[in-house]
């Protein structure tokens, strides 16, 4: 079993799968945004990452140069009594004319809403906002959601209010919270461009990996930051582990089997370079 | 170009004619041969509006009370009038009248106006088109006289205060032709009538020895036509155009199916909705139309009528659509002992041209349009929910932005100021907060929300927002708002309400009103 781990793992390393995520690699079906319902972060991280990869995405042949299709966001009322509606004038600046909002009342509706709209082709991406853990949200429903937007080729970012990181089938899951801004030019005591300390804590081509996001002249900046529990000479090494966190969907759930659970503890005690689980 | 010739037609005695057709007499004969009058109730009781030839010999005259034609004839009949179906009739009639010509409108309330430029030849003259429409009104009942002339205004006056059956030939001299002609057919109001009586002018004639001058003067505040001698002049001898409102025949695309047996189930009854469905299709298609609202009418056995209504964002043909879209709708139909005939009527149509239909299977490939994800959205969740903002002319942030349907075309309205770092997200009642200051205008420097105490790492303000004193009450207080970040680098856009001395209250209150990125 732990030898099986290994070789899983080591398949995984090379360049094809492993490579670490940066901006501008282009988006994926269904992504995950974990963050507190007390600040603007996971929203504005969302709507960061989601244009990273609409600019970045590749052109069909034919295609008109500008993207004028309409950007949907879906909001249940509970989202929306946490966090407020979106603010036309604080939005950024290439959807502001463009943002369709739908305010569902249950989250069954904001699912219903989700499907429909990546299913539209005059939809350039959706971001989806739901409170904590709902129960219509269940692996099922997430597996519903990310082949639709597969198919339809519509990205979906999915922002989970105090949610806890309970079974999905996200193809990137990230958590995000706040980080200080950098220093403006001008006015030095004044707040800076948004920035958010992301960390990817499972993704399917993609070892996992903190990074400082930070928006800058209508580009998204990361900047890499030490996994929590080692220092940068460990990166490597931490990538390895990593992977076997991120390709296994199972390890999400509380222990299915207690087998592979024990030997994906194990795998990871080996790697981690102070002895420690290094995630999860 | 061909001259203009408008044909005007009035009905002398429509609402009389209208009520002996409907009682089915001859003229003077029968119930007609009584003295009778059409009333219309006012305030002050019964008002004749239209009296008949006996009615009219013993004394009854338009316009006088009931009461006093009773004493001059106490054998006086009264039926209540119908001006609402003498609409309705004068409606139908003006589109019948469109056999004389490309385009007619309704004269309200009893005549009518039909465009005969350059058809007269059709008829063998214009003398020979006027014995025409005599003829075709004869035979349906219907007392007229009729004129033709190069205005509309002209036409008129000539229909009501000139002889019968006149031509006025586009070479004739109009002035000199119509100045014996009474001010009344100059188309004005009761009051303005009488001004004219008082000025002593009774012919058209007379007004031009005044003086164009001393009439402009005395009629300037007088816009409305109708008001102005002047312009209605002008109308008459076409110095200035009158635009006349053509009727339009509307086809309402109705198709129905009675059932030979009443249907209780919902599975026939989507069967028959998708019939139903594809027939309005192709009604719409033979109309060039598409549909943006559609009336189901459900009639059950037992009397009992379900009517389920659909409005959509876009004008469809796409009966799929359609279908889906009702279905959502029928889930709590009550079928009693069944539906015996169902009904699906476009009540409001647009104009849609055909287009190529997908090939190849592209809408599975590309997913449904836009205009459709918005009819699903607001089947299921409401119109209220689907919506985007849009600029609205307001300082105050909770103001300046209002929600919209997603495909109404977006007023021009002015940028936002550029300077202005505005938050991403707005609480829709903005949250009141303690704050830790140096009163009285000090920066903030810690504050609590929610249960949680921030400390202020970063600070920009204030901005300042003064109240709309044009619309709010004299005791709002001026905003001065903040950007914040906090140690732990959130990001927020609180303010101030109010400032200690200002008059309008006591210490001013902090409120935290939007999320930043």
């Not at chain 1, 979106?86 to 069954?108: M, S």
């Not at chain 1, 461009?193 to 990361?222: I, M, N, V």
């Not at chain 2, 009774?202 to 102005?228: C, I, M, W, Y």
Request: net charge neutral; aromatic share 6%; hydrophobic share 45%.
């Amino acid at each position: 079993m732990i030898h099986d781990a290994f070789d899983t793992a080591a398949d995984l390393t090379t360049a094809t799968h492993a490579q670490r995520w940066a901006p501008g690699l282009g988006a994926v079906a269904q992504s995950e945004i974990f963050a507190s319902s007390r600040e603007g972060s996971g929203v504005g991280a969302a709507l960061a990452l989601a244009l990273d990869a609409w600019r970045c995405r590749p052109r069909e042949e034919g295609e008109e140069a500008e993207d004028r299709r309409a950007v949907v966001w879906v909001q249940t009322r509970a989202a929306v009594k946490a966090g407020g509606r979106p603010f036309r004038a604080g939005l950024p600046p290439e959807i502001r004319n463009r943002l369709i909002h739908v305010l569902a009342e249950k989250d069954e509706d904001a699912l219903f809403a989700l499907e429909e709209a990546v299913r539209c082709r005059d939809v350039a991406f959706v971001i989806g906002e739901v409170v904590g853990s709902p129960r219509a949200l269940d692996f099922t429903a997430s597996r519903r959601l990310t082949l639709a937007a597969e198919k339809h080729g519509v990205p979906l970012t999915l922002v989970r209010l105090d949610g806890t990181r309970d079974l999905s089938s996200a193809r990137q899951r990230w958590a995000v919270n706040a980080a200080p801004s950098a220093r403006p030019k001008w006015n030095r005591a004044a707040p800076g461009a948004p920035a958010w300390q992301a960390e990817l804590f499972r993704a399917r081509s993609h070892p996992p990996g903190t990074w400082r996001l930070s928006e800058d002249g209508g580009r998204l900046l990361a900047t890499p930051l030490p996994v929590r529990g080692e220092d940068t000479q460990a990166g490597s090494r931490s990538d390895l582990a990593g992977v076997g966190e991120g390709r296994s969907i199972l390890s999400d759930a509380a222990a299915p089997s207690p087998s592979f659970a024990s030997s994906f503890g194990a795998s990871v005690a080996i790697l981690s370079a102070d002895g420690e689980r290094v995630l999860g | 170009m061909a001259p203009r010739r408008i044909l005007s037609i009035w009905l002398a005695a429509f609402a009389i004619d209208r009520w002996r057709l409907t009682e089915g007499c001859a003229r003077g004969q029968g119930a007609d041969a009584q003295p009778l009058v059409l009333i219309t109730e006012t305030a002050h009781g019964p008002r004749i509006a239209a009296t008949n030839n006996a009615a009219r010999a013993s004394g009854a005259r338009i316009g006088t009370m009931l009461a006093d034609a009773r004493t001059l004839c106490p054998s006086i009949q009264a039926v209540p009038g119908d001006p609402a179906g003498d609409l309705d009739m004068l409606e139908k009639l003006a589109v019948w009248a469109r056999r004389w010509g490309p385009w007619s409108a309704l004269d309200p309330c009893d005549g009518l106006l039909v465009d005969v430029t350059a058809v007269a030849h059709l008829f063998g003259g214009e003398t020979k088109l006027l014995a025409d429409v005599h003829r075709a009104f004869d035979t349906r009942g219907f007392a007229i006289r009729a004129a033709i002339a190069p205005t509309a205004g002209a036409a008129w006056a000539l229909t009501h205060y000139g002889p019968d059956r006149s031509i006025l030939a586009p070479d004739h001299d109009m002035e000199a032709r119509l100045s014996d002609l009474p001010v009344a057919a100059l188309r004005l109001d009761d009051d303005v009538l009488t001004v004219l009586r008082r000025l002593g002018l009774k012919r058209l004639g007379e007004l031009g020895t005044v003086g164009r001058d001393a009439l402009h003067r005395r009629f300037r505040n007088r816009k409305s036509p109708a008001a102005n001698p002047l312009v209605r002049m002008d109308q008459l001898l076409g110095r200035v155009p009158e635009p006349l409102l053509p009727v339009v025949p509307q086809h309402v695309p109705l198709v129905q199916r009675r059932l030979m047996e009443p249907i209780r189930h919902r599975t026939l009854l989507d069967t028959v909705l998708g019939d139903l469905a594809a027939d309005m299709v192709r009604e719409l298609e033979g109309a060039g139309q598409g549909a943006r609202r559609l009336d189901l009418g459900l009639w059950r056995v037992d009397g009992e009528v379900v009517m389920r209504t659909l409005e959509l964002a876009a004008a469809t043909r796409d009966a799929g659509h359609i279908v889906r879209l009702f279905g959502e709708k029928l889930g709590d139909i009550d079928a009693g002992f069944g539906i015996e005939l169902v009904r699906l009527r476009a009540s409001w149509a647009e104009p849609l041209p055909a287009n190529q239909a997908d090939i190849e299977a592209a809408a599975e490939r590309h997913g449904t349009s836009l205009s459709a994800f918005v009819d699903r959205l607001t089947i299921r969740l409401g119109s209220k929910a689907v919506r985007r903002p849009v600029l609205k002319g307001s300082h105050l942030p909770e103001r300046s932005q209002a929600w919209r349907p997603p495909l109404d075309p977006e007023s021009p309205s002015q940028d936002e100021l550029r300077f202005h770092a505005r938050p991403l997200k707005l609480l829709d009642r903005a949250e009141k907060i303690a704050v830790l200051y140096a009163t009285p205008d000090g920066l903030p420097q810690r504050f609590r929300w929610r249960g949680d105490v921030h400390e202020i790492a970063r600070v920009e303000g204030p901005e300042r927002i003064a109240p709309e004193w044009w619309r709010e009450r004299g005791t709002a207080r001026l905003r001065d708002y903040y950007r914040i970040e906090d140690d732990a680098g959130r990001r927020y856009w609180i303010y101030r309400y109010g400032i200690a001395g200002d008059g309008r209250g006591g210490a001013p209150e902090w409120f935290l009103q939007g999320l930043c990125a």
